[in-house]
């Protein structure tokens, strides 16, 4: 079964940092493009930021120079650096990714079950 699983999410006031991961589990044997989105209460789905195999990167508007998206293909883990932290940036952060299985199956939308991260002093 093909899983993602988020962590690092918490509490943190104002200005604060986090660090989330995203894990693949053993059935994967490779991310491919793999993005982080995130959901505030009563609000849309929206994409953070996104990076590709070879470690291009973009950020949504909002986040530009406080969040990194990284990854580590070894590991088949994925990061998001949250620093400058506001309380609009409360919201449940999810991980995306296309992966290919180790039964060499293409999945193209894989989901994790999501992470809440709280702004708040």
């Known amino acids: 079964q093909v899983q993602l699983v988020e962590s690092g999410g918490g509490l943190v006031q104002p200005g604060g940092s986090l660090r989330l991961s995203c894990a693949a589990s053993?059935?994967?044997?490779?991310?491919?493009?793999m993005a982080w989105y995130r959901q505030a209460p009563g609000k849309e789905r929206e994409l953070v930021a996104i990076i590709s195999t070879s470690g291009s990167a973009n950020y949504a508007d909002s986040v530009k120079g406080r969040f990194t998206i990284s990854r580590d293909n070894a590991k088949k883990t994925g990061y998001l650096q949250m620093n400058s932290l506001k309380p609009e940036d409360t919201a449940v952060y999810y991980c995306?990714?296309?992966?290919?299985?180790?039964?060499?199956?293409?999945?193209?939308?894989?989901w994790g079950q999501g992470t809440q991260v709280t702004v708040s002093s």
């Open positions: 053993e059935s994967i044997l490779r991310m491919n493009v």
């Open positions: 995306n990714a296309a992966v290919i299985s180790t039964t060499y199956t293409v999945f193209n939308d894989v």
